[in-house]
């Protein structure tokens, strides 16, 4: 199971940080990610972490504004998002794939369990 909160209403150049936490058969992911997905749009890519190795990548549109970071006391997983802009408003997802290599990771396929979602709105 992945519980995803922290979304919120912002003002433009605002931040705000999601968490994701993973429990039961999710427990031990091999790797997490986050997606989003804007009103009438199709659900993107936004970040992704391995929790075995560390390594991450980000979509262009939100490197050098957004962090990912872990804790893995709590198996959870933050994302840091900072310089907000109206465009960053959607949904936002997180999902854990259960195996495989970190590669392809900005494709929902990669993922087998996906958070109930949080609503991130950035107001101009």
């Known amino acids: 199971q992945l519980q995803a909160s922290g979304g919120g209403l912002v003002q433009v150049g605002g931040s705000l940080r999601l968490s994701c936490a993973a429990s039961?058969?999710?427990?031990?992911?091999?790797?997490m990610g986050w997606f989003r997905q804007p009103i009438g749009k199709e659900r993107e890519f936004v970040a992704a972490i391995s929790w075995t190795s560390g390594l991450s990548n980000y979509a262009g549109s939100v490197k050098g504004r957004f962090t990912l970071s872990r804790d893995d006391a709590r198996n959870t997983v933050y994302l840091q998002m900072n310089s907000l802009k109206p465009e960053d408003t959607a949904v936002y997802y997180c999902?854990?794939?259960?195996?495989?290599?970190?590669?392809?990771?900005?494709?929902?396929?990669?993922?087998?369990?996906w958070g109930q979602g949080t609503q991130v709105t950035v107001s101009s």
């Open positions: 999902a854990a794939a259960s195996r495989g290599y970190f590669t392809g990771m900005d494709s929902t396929r990669k993922y087998d369990y």
């Open positions: 039961g058969r999710t427990s031990s992911p091999y790797h």
